[in-house]
């Protein structure tokens, strides 16, 4: 494991120089971040509503029949979080 900071405090970089990460994986920062992060919040929320609603009309996933209530609050809680990743993403535009 490198790390950027000696034992001593010092920036192993000097002048504000950062390790650029290597192979497929680059951080990404600033605009693309919340894009990403926005997205991401959308697709999981949209899964989510798709499993709680699977769930409640086919009772797959949890057997359905005792958890209609958590049924219908999961669909609530993944509507709500869908809607305000919706709403980020318009304001990233």
């Not at 010092?10 to 992060?37: C, D, H, I, N, T």
């Not at 798709?50 to 809680?77: Q, T």
């Amino acid at each position: 494991m490198t790390r950027s900071v000696s034992v001593t405090g010092e920036s192993l970089y000097p002048y504000g120089q950062r390790r650029v990460a290597s192979g497929l994986f680059v951080p990404r920062k600033g605009r693309a971040m919340e894009k990403g992060l926005t997205y991401g919040a959308l697709g999981v929320a949209a899964l989510m509503f798709l499993i709680f609603l699977l769930d409640l009309v086919a009772k797959f996933p949890f057997g359905g029949e005792s958890f209609v209530f958590v049924d219908i609050l999961g669909l609530i809680a993944s509507g709500v979080v869908a809607y305000l990743a919706w709403n980020a993403s318009r304001d990233l535009k």
